[in-house]
């Protein structure tokens, strides 16, 4: 998963600063058992629950202001046990169900004033996903 910052919208909190940042980048590597049942010729039903991993990066994150001061906040990747749970029907071949992943990464955050300056810190965030499938199965 890819999600954006809205750069617009901390700027508009801090009057005066402008704010350049990257994305957020999410990979869940799960694995499983699952269950299905037929409840007719043409509709099964199924159920899953799995573990894996958590990767997720925070992006990069600079507030400058126009006198020249900036601090810049740099993120090493999170890692976490993760769990997911989904159901779902198949109704022919079509597919509509849902997942549930949720886990807690740690991150390393360091911050750097004006290039100089800097501290770091570490801070779990938990993370969770609901996830809606429509598809056609093979």
């Known amino acids: 998963m ?13 009057s005066g600063f402008t704010v350049s940042s990257g994305s957020y980048l999410t990979t869940w590597t799960m694995t499983g058992v699952g269950i299905e049942t037929v409840a007719s ?8 629950a799995q573990i894996g991993l958590l990767l997720s990066s925070v992006p990069d994150l600079t507030i400058s202001s126009s006198y020249g001061t900036s601090v810049t906040q740099t993120t090493k990747m999170g890692t976490a046990l993760a769990y997911g749970f989904g159901a779902g029907v198949l109704i022919n071949r079509f597919n509509i169900g849902l997942r549930y992943y949720t886990g807690e990464p740690e991150y390393e955050h360091s911050v750097s004033f004006n290039g100089g300056n800097s501290t770091t810190a570490k801070e779990k965030s938990p993370t969770t996903v609901l996830e809606v499938m429509i598809g056609f199965s093979l």
């Open 41 to 48: 010729p043409t509709v099964k039903i199924y159920g899953l």
């Open 2 to 14: 890819v999600n954006s910052v809205d750069e617009t919208a901390i700027e508009n909190q801090l």
